[in-house]
C-alpha cells in the first residue's frame, strides 16, 4: 500500500514539474532564433577495426533554455541516433543497414548529478555537471555498423546519420507543446557521405 503511495505522490510531482514547464513554454518569449539551437553533426567518420566497420561522430549541442530547464527539472531527454548505409545502385539504392542508437541524460536531484544513458551501456555513466554530461555525448565511438565482409570492393556506398530528439520520449503533456515550440528543434540535419571501400 506504501509502494503505491510512493508512486503516487512521485506521478504527482511530475505532473507539477511537466504544467510547469507548459506554463513556461507559453511565456518564453520567441526572442532568440530557432537556428540557435540545434545539435550539429561536426564530423563523422567509418573506420575499419577488426571484423567491422565502425562508426566515429563528433557532435555539437545548443540546448535552448527551456530544453536545459527540462533537464534540470528532472525531465529526461533522448536523442536518437539513426544511421543509413545504402549501396548505391543504377535503378535504386540498396539498404543495407538501417540502426538507431538512443541516449538519454537526465538529472538526478537527490544526487545532485547528471546522467547519460545508452541501451549497450552496463550502467549509467554519472556526471557533476550538465556540460560534462553534453560532453560525453558529443563523442560517439566505435559502433559496429556492418561486417567488413558485407561490403564489396568495386561498389559505391552512402552513408547517412542524423540526432534526433525524440519527442515522443517527453512526458504526455509537454508533447504538443515540443512539437509546436521552436526552442524545441534540437535535431541535426542528415549527414551524408559516400564510402567507397
Known amino acids: 500500500m506504501q509502494t503505491n503511495n510512493y508512486f503516487k505522490i512521485k506521478l504527482k510531482k ?36 577488426e571484423d567491422w566497420y565502425q562508426l ?13 530547464k527540462a533537464i534540470q527539472s528532472s525531465i529526461p531527454l533522448s536523442w536518437c541516433l539513426k544511421i543509413k548505409l545504402k549501396k548505391i545502385q543504377p535503378l535504386w539504392n540498396k539498404t543495407l543497414v538501417s540502426k538507431k542508437y538512443c541516449y538519454i541524460i537526465r538529472y538526478h536531484a537527490l544526487l545532485n ?7 549497450n551501456m552496463a550502467k549509467n555513466k554519472h556526471f557533476h555537471s550538465l556540460e560534462a554530461a553534453l560532453a560525453r555525448m ?23 546519420i542524423k540526432l534526433q530528439l525524440d519527442r515522443e520520449a ?18 541535426s540535419h542528415w549527414y551524408i557521405w559516400k564510402l567507397r571501400p
Open 14 to 49: 511530475l505532473w507539477l514539474i511537466t504544467i510547469k514547464m507548459f506554463l513556461l513554454l507559453s511565456l518564453f518569449p520567441q526572442i532568440i532564433y530557432a537556428s540557435e539551437f540545434s545539435t550539429h553533426i561536426k564530423t563523422a567518420e567509418l573506420k575499419v577495426h
Open 138 to 160: 558529443s563523442n560517439i565511438r566505435q559502433l559496429n555498423i556492418i561486417k567488413v565482409s558485407k561490403i564489396e570492393k568495386n561498389n559505391a556506398y552512402q552513408l547517412a
Open 56 to 68: 566515429k561522430v563528433n557532435i555539437i549541442y545548443h540546448l535552448s533554455p527551456i530544453a536545459i
Open 170 to 187: 517527453l512526458p504526455l503533456p509537454l508533447r504538443p507543446v515540443a512539437y509546436l515550440n521552436s526552442n524545441w528543434d534540437l535535431s
Open 113 to 119: 548529478s547528471y546522467s547519460v544513458s545508452h541501451e
